[in-house]
């Protein structure tokens, strides 16, 4: 990237110079040109009335005009001849042509009265043919004929053009040096972003980084941080669930080893000591199975791989089904179960998936509860949407750790959590399963005064190709 910044600029910068180059020396010798015309014009008009006011073609004053012709014609490095009315060269300045006949097309077109001037761009000259008049402009009495050469203007342009060469090369160097410096100053920051996504795919989430210059760098800057907070996160949450599901894997295997080494070494085991330890292994088996299906539940519900069943699910009996088969563990805690519906309700979901969502819910509402509380549920829709209400009078959930309970792993009081048997998975699942439905789901809570789960999903399913996979999660 940094040598096609360097050519980029580099390209950018010195073709104008050239450009400018080409059209400035144009520029120049097209203007010089036209100036060594112009003086030409005014000498041929001065030196046309000085041949009428001396008598020139009478044979007076010749010696004066033609010394100032010579003078002229070796200033403007050129040659001019005086050509009377009968096409008599008179005067030649290289004195080759005196006496001659000139019928050349300037000089007819001069004697019809015609002014000419004009570049021959092929000879490198100038070229005027300008008519002698009488005073009263009724008679033309010959023709002044002026050949400048243009050598010395292209010297001119020329020299002009070396120094113009000398400060090119000098801005071609210094364009270099600055695109240099303006590349490393854009890729630097880069190279270093760069440098952090390798650190990172080693495993170093820890290292922030802290761009300075353009706003545009500090937004990147920020934005790689945050994503590395999310990343450092995000892996302090995996370590903590190899750790957790470790130990909840191993526990109740320990428990059972423990206590089938208990039975395997007595002799002649009692009865009711045997169907004692044989439940309790029961109980252990059953928490292993517990903790294995809401990993695989976790797998399942992953958006990316998830199908889902769509059918029209009566959400209401759905409701009470969940209540009904939840409420003998809620009596063991004296917590009461309360269904509240505003209107039948009538949904396109994944019942089963839907089912375990709104489950997770109302378990989590009876686990995280006082003796004596209650868990109400209430039902609601709209012409788009429809909306559970689980709320609680349990311990609440503290304020900072609210965003945060609904990721995978994430546990609030993971002793309390070994105590109630959770695995921490529960609301990931939860909030897998309505997002696979595009719906919505939020958490209003105090500490030591209950909780509220507000779930929105709509009526009706869209497949996820036909509304681009958007889950709305704002509201």
């Known amino acids: 990237?940094?040598?096609?910044?360097?050519?980029?600029?580099?390209?950018?910068?010195?073709?104008?110079?050239?450009?400018?180059?080409?059209?400035?020396?144009?520029?120049?010798?097209?203007?010089?040109?036209?100036?060594?015309?112009?003086?030409?014009?005014?000498?041929?008009?001065?030196?046309?009335?000085?041949i009428v006011r001396s008598n020139y073609f009478k044979g007076e004053n010749t010696d004066i005009i033609h010394a100032d012709m010579s003078q002229s014609a070796s200033m403007y490095n050129g040659r001019i001849l005086v050509i009377d009315s009968q096409y008599t060269i008179v005067k030649d300045t290289y004195a080759t042509l005196n006496g001659m006949t000139s019928i050349s097309q300037e000089t007819i077109k001069a004697m019809s009265g015609e002014n000419i001037r004009r570049y021959n761009k092929e000879e490198k000259m100038l070229e005027m043919a300008v008519p002698i008049t009488n005073e009263d402009k009724s008679e033309i009495l010959g023709v002044i004929l002026f050949y400048s050469s243009t050598s010395d203007i292209q010297k001119t342009c020329d020299l002009i053009g070396q120094s113009y060469n000398g400060i090119t090369a000098a801005l071609i160097c210094l364009c270099v040096v600055l695109s240099l410096l303006i590349a490393n100053l854009f890729t630097k920051p880069l190279k270093r972003v760069a440098t952090s996504i390798d650190r990172m795919s080693e495993g170093h989430f820890d290292e922030e980084i802290h761009l300075r210059g353009f706003s545009e760098l500090k937004v990147i800057s920020d934005s790689f941080n945050t994503m590395l907070k999310k990343l450092q996160k995000l892996e302090n949450s995996r370590q903590e669930f190899v750790s957790n599901v470790s130990h909840e894997l191993k526990t109740p295997i320990t428990s059972i080893k423990v206590l089938a080494d208990s039975l395997n070494m007595q002799e002649d085991v009692p009865n009711d000591v045997y169907k004692e330890f044989m439940q309790d292994i029961v109980v252990e088996i059953d928490r292993e199975n517990e903790i294995i299906n809401d990993l695989l539940s976790l797998v399942k519900m992953d958006k990316a791989v998830a199908e889902l069943n769509i059918a029209t699910v009566n959400i209401n009996e759905m409701l009470e089904m969940i209540l009904k088969r939840l409420r003998p563990i809620a009596a063991k805690r004296n917590i009461e179960l309360v269904f509240e519906s505003f209107r039948q309700v009538s949904a396109e979901c994944d019942e089963v998936k839907i089912n375990l969502a709104f489950t997770n819910l109302v378990e989590n509402g009876i686990k995280y509860n006082t003796a004596g509380g209650w868990v109400k549920v209430s039902l609601d829709a709209d012409h788009k949407y429809f909306y559970v209400k689980v709320a609680d009078s349990?311990?609440?959930?503290?304020?900072?750790?609210?965003?945060?309970?609904?990721?995978?792993?994430?546990?609030?009081?993971?002793?309390?959590?070994?105590?109630?048997?959770?695995?921490?998975?529960?609301?990931?699942?939860?909030?897998?399963?309505?997002?696979?439905?595009?719906?919505?789901?939020?958490?209003?809570?105090?500490?030591?005064?209950?909780?509220?789960?507000?779930?929105?999903?709509?009526?009706?399913?869209?497949?996820?190709?036909?509304?681009?996979?958007?889950?709305?999660?704002?509201?």
């Open 1 to 50: 990237m940094r040598l096609w910044l360097v050519v980029a600029l580099i390209g950018v910068t010195v073709s104008p110079l050239f450009i400018m180059r080409l059209v400035a020396l144009d520029n120049i010798e097209a203007q010089l040109r036209t100036r060594r015309l112009n003086e030409l014009s005014n000498y041929t008009l001065i030196l046309s009335n000085q």
């Open 394 to 475: 349990g311990i609440g959930i503290p304020e900072e750790y609210q965003d945060q309970i609904f990721e995978r792993f994430y546990r609030v009081d993971k002793a309390r959590s070994r105590e109630t048997g959770g695995t921490g998975l529960g609301l990931a699942i939860t909030r897998n399963v309505i997002l696979m439905h595009d719906g919505a789901v939020k958490v209003l809570s105090k500490e030591d005064e209950g909780s509220t789960f507000v779930v929105r999903i709509p009526l009706k399913h869209v497949p996820e190709n036909q509304n681009g996979g958007v889950n709305d999660e704002k509201n």
